[in-house]
């Protein structure tokens, strides 16, 4: 390596803008030749070059100075180069000049770089003796360099400006001789990186793709098929290009005996590749003879170019396994042609001339093309026994770690991984401690995924084990199927599925969006898949909400969490429409992988109002809440038969469904008297008007308790009655939190769990009890005077019960959440309220600026007490309702005149009536807004919680109920009679 090495600063008409380069310098001359590995090495050095690893090398050769190249092949060419080195991690290699095919790959990058954002290095290598301006390059220093300037010299060409790097090739000869002295290090430096050992271990193929090019292209063409360098020849660009393309669709392929081919040409062939060379080569000197009528081609030198060409198409395509030749045609109308995008004939030449099969699948694991492997596996052309189960593991694994999704899912659709065998403890172990493909912060800790996956009796480890075969993948998309309705939502069979499972949620876990899509379309339960997914991410945003380095992720895990509700709500949406009843039997089927729990659970813990507010659903809602009775049985005879019950035999109608507890025998056979009784007084819709009929006198009897006069040392009835009450409505509560939550939580997780699901309804539930019991206390176990008729416990406990009972009357509108128009307007009223208390800052400091500014004013003279504070605050906020105290500011009772006090009341009333009060306003049209968009989906979803609320309420409502909830906790698991089984 010589000691001349620097940068290049391009400019000129030909650079689109300053574009910089390095370069350089190496010996090519005998044996002092600088040897290539340390210039690849150079490249390579963080220090130095500091260039990425190449997955490919494709080094582009053809014409330079005789080049015509048709527009539309052009932009082809140019687009598939482009797709096939920013796609693979490639790197480019060309003669460095600005001019012919090398001017045309250095355009086309550019264009990648500046439009598509990608950097592809493209490195040149020159001849030093055919560099223009050679001269002005220093050691260690920047150039300025002209790339549109002329030399004036035949063989002396400028170097190209969109090239990134340049290795100059000196051969000691300054001269401009035409010959192409850098040929055999051009050659060298390509077999260098074949033998080169890159970190990721894999031998990195070169690819050589001719474009036109003359007899002088043939010698590179030949040296690369010696080194079984894989050879792609354009077609349409001319000259050489052509002429092989055309010898090679022209060939006789014959099968010899050991698989190979024979290659052969008939005369018409021969005559028709001469009419070929000629119309192809029109400017070629060494192929033409002078004469006294002109120049005319020389036959003889025309048939040695045949059998140059012959002879390099012979060695390319004779062996039937490994081909080193092919032929890219943008028009795809020559024979040889692989395909009509140049990534894809390039890739797959390297591909199919790799010597082994691990290899092939290699590379194409490093370009991320699934597609060639697929296509290699559906013609049968890879050799799938000659990968081990270990290799095809292994290669599962780099798929999975770098969410190559389209390998995952070759892999599986092929039976190349056992899924049963290769899902384990140990491989998922080793799978959640690779990095996530995004932001490091936002990676799940082990603690936080273990919680949010048992909070809803999900699994990350897998049970059972499987025997590979091959899957058939369900279609997400929402349209018609030709299979049934098994085909459509059993995706596989067998002990399998739970590899599936659990490594869909680590794809989850670990945001890998399109490989758990690909995951979760072999899932046997893909609803139930796509509802959990939600369900995990809704956990997983809850944990980074407000955080604010989290903010972008959030708003992604949002996003993802949507989408998945999306795809569940499209697959029920098919189903239902094929199949109705099926589909309503499949909301209320529990899945067997995700928690044991059923669609509408699952459904309900991400919030998916779309899911629940479809019409299937509504329809098993409404059944659910008549729990049995005919839903078409309307209020009037549901009340009179509360009231007067005998009535239950004529006005009430049972549907006599198939339930699980039935035999055949039962099946036909007309409802008994019991029965019917037993079904109407289970019914959720009875409670409802039980609780509220109950409710109601509760709230009678504690309104007349706390308004009447209160004895000491004693309680009256209605004040007993209240107590028993309240207690037995704190049990209700209770018990109905231990029927929702999963009886394998601990105590622990079970307030945990509760705590993180608490809600405005239930802060006030709490909070009642709480105030309540302080209340009742205060007014019997606090000592005071018995001879003062109204002691100051009692006071107090006034005030604790009157605050009570406002939260106690608050408590009884959930039940409004069953209107269709109440139920919204309460979601509303409660978001305006979240709403104004984070607007309620911004007010409190204006009071208390000009409360304190206004009490300095008014006040000068004021001494020390408490009472200051009262008054920062008691005026300004009376104020802002209409009420300005005029007098204290300028009347007759004004202690001191202060024209600023006025001025400040002023300005204090524009910022907070108009200019505060109308934000406001706008703030709570715009919740309107949003809720009244989705009023409909959000009365539905709050139905769906009303009914399974009322569903596990008891029969009997409190003060009377914990007699059945201590019969229900004791024989809810050994056989409760005919009755309780109705209700639980």
Not at 71 to 77: G, H, M, N, R, V
Not at 270 to 291: G, H, Q, V
Not at 669 to 680: G, H, I, L, P
């Amino acid at each position: 390596m010589t000691d001349l090495c620097g940068q290049i600063r391009f400019f000129g008409p030909s650079a689109r803008r300053l574009e910089t380069a390095q370069y350089i310098r190496v010996n090519g001359k005998g044996d002092r030749k600088t040897p290539c590995k340390p210039v690849l090495e150079k490249i390579l050095s963080e220090n130095d070059w500091n260039v990425p690893p190449p997955n490919i090398v494709i080094s582009v050769t053809g014409g330079a100075s005789q080049f015509r190249f048709d527009s539309q092949l052009k932009d082809a060419f140019g687009a598939g180069l482009v797709k096939m080195a920013s796609n693979s991690g490639a790197w480019v290699v060309t003669g460095g000049e600005h001019s012919g095919v090398m001017k045309l790959t250095g355009q086309a990058l550019a264009h990648c770089r500046s439009e598509e954002g990608h950097s592809v290095p493209c490195i040149g290598i020159c001849t030093w003796g055919r560099v223009h301006m050679k001269d002005t390059l220093t050691v260690d220093a920047e150039t300025l360099y002209d790339s549109s300037s002329k030399s004036g010299k035949k063989n002396i060409t400028p170097l190209d400006p969109n090239h990134s790097h340049f290795v100059f090739v000196d051969d000691g000869i300054e001269s401009d001789s035409p010959k192409r002295t850098h040929q055999p290090w051009h050659g060298e430096f390509n077999k260098a990186i074949q033998n080169y050992d890159f970190e990721h271990n894999i031998k990195v193929p070169v690819v050589t793709v001719l474009v036109n090019g003359g007899k002088g292209s043939l010698d590179t063409v030949r040296e690369s098929l010696e080194k079984r360098v894989p050879v792609v020849v354009v077609k349409g660009s001319g000259r050489c290009a052509d002429a092989l393309a055309f010898i090679m669709d022209s060939a006789i392929r014959e099968m010899r005996a050991d698989g190979n081919y024979d290659l052969t040409w008939t005369e018409a062939d021969d005559e028709a590749i001469y009419r070929c060379i000629k119309d192809t080569f029109t400017s070629e000197n060494d192929l033409r003879t002078k004469t006294e009528t002109g120049d005319i081609f020389n036959r003889k030198a025309v048939e040695d170019l045949v059998d140059d060409l012959k002879t390099l198409v012979k060695t390319g395509l004779e062996s039937k396994d490994s081909p080193l030749l092919a032929v890219y045609d943008a028009f795809g109308k020559s024979q040889s042609s692989l395909h009509r995008e140049l990534d894809y004939v390039v890739l797959m030449l390297v591909f199919r001339s790799s010597k082994h099969v691990q290899d092939s699948v290699d590379l194409a694991l490093g370009w991320n093309r699934a597609d060639i492997v697929r296509d290699e596996l559906l013609s049968l052309a890879l050799n799938v026994e000659k990968v081990t189960n270990e290799k095809w593991a292994k290669f599962m694994d780099k798929a999975l770690e770098n969410e190559l999704h389209e390998f995952v899912r070759v892999f599986i659709n092929e039976g190349l991984v056992d899924m049963g065998k290769y899902v384990t403890t140990e491989k998922l172990e080793g799978l959640y401690l690779i990095q996530m493909p995004v932001n490091a912060a936002n990676q799940l800790q082990e603690r936080d995924r273990n919680n949010i996956l048992a909070k809803y009796g999900l699994s990350s480890t897998p049970t059972n084990g499987s025997q590979g075969k091959r899957y058939h993948r369900l279609s997400p998309t929402p349209g018609p199927t030709s299979g049934s309705q098994e085909d459509l939502f059993i995706s596989s069979s067998g002990n399998e599925d739970e590899g599936f499972h659990t490594l869909f949620l680590w794809a989850l876990l670990t945001a890998r969006w399109e490989v758990a899509e690909v995951l979760w379309s072999y899932c046997r339960e893909p609803i139930a898949a796509a509802l959990a997914a939600s369900v995990v991410l809704r956990a997983w945003s809850k944990r980074v909400r407000g955080h604010s380095v989290h903010v972008e992720w959030w708003t992604e895990l949002k996003e993802q969490r949507r989408k998945w509700a999306q795809r569940a709500l499209d697959l029920f949406s098919i189903y239902y429409e094929q199949d109705p009843e099926e589909a309503a039997k499949l909301i209320v089927r529990r899945a067997d992988h995700w928690g044991e729990q059923h669609l509408l659970k699952l459904a309900a813990e991400s919030k998916n109002m779309n899911f629940i507010a479809h019409e299937c659903v509504q329809k098993h809602l409404t059944e659910q809440w008549m729990g049995g009775i005919d839903t078409t049985t309307s209020t009037w005879k549901i009340l009179s038969s509360i009231i007067f019950f005998p009535l239950v035999s004529w006005l009430i109608d049972v549907d006599k469904q198939d339930g699980e507890d039935e035999t055949p025998n039962d099946m036909g056979r007309k409802v008994t008297t019991s029965e019917r009784f037993a079904t109407f007084y289970c019914s959720p819709v009875l409670k409802f008007w039980l609780y509220l009929f109950a409710y109601s006198l509760f709230l009678c009897f504690f309104s007349y308790s706390l308004m009447v006069r209160w004895k000491p040392n004693s309680l009256t009835g209605p004040d007993g009655v209240t107590l028993l009450w309240v207690v037995a409505i704190l049990l209700e509560d209770l018990y109905q939190m231990y029927m929702t939550k999963p009886k394998a939580l601990s105590i622990f997780r079970f307030c945990t769990d509760l705590l993180s699901s608490f809600n405005a309804f239930a802060f006030i539930k709490v909070f009642a009890f709480l105030l309540y019991f302080a209340g009742f206390v205060v007014r019997v176990a606090v000592p005071h005077d018995d001879d003062d008729e109204y002691p100051l416990n009692f006071r107090w406990a006034r005030m604790l019960l009157s605050i009570d009972i406002c939260l106690f009357f608050i408590r009884g509108m959930e039940l409004s959440f069953l209107n269709s128009h109440m139920g919204p307007k309460l979601t509303m009223i409660y978001k305006m309220i979240v709403d104004f208390l984070l607007f309620v800052g911004i007010i409190f400091i204006s009071l208390v600026a000009y409360g304190v500014a206004v009490q300095a004013l008014l006040y000068p003279l004021a001494d020390p007490s408490w009472s200051l504070l009262r008054n920062i605050l008691y005026m300004p906020y009376w104020q802002i309702y209409g009420e300005l105290f005029l007098d204290d500011f300028d009347g007759p009772a004004a202690i001191r005149h202060e024209p600023l006090a006025i001025i400040l009341l002023a300005a204090y009333l524009l910022f907070t009536n108009i200019l505060l009060l109308n934000l406001l306003i706008a703030i709570f049209n715009n919740t309107y807004e949003r809720v009244a968009n989705e009023a409909d989906s959000l009365w539905k979803f709050q139905r769906y919680l009303m009914v399974t609320t009322f569903k596990l309420k008891t029969i009997v409502p409190p003060p009377f109920n914990w007699v059945e909830i201590i019969v229900r906790i004791v024989l809810s698991g050994s056989g409760p009679d005919r009755l309780f089984r109705y209700c639980l």
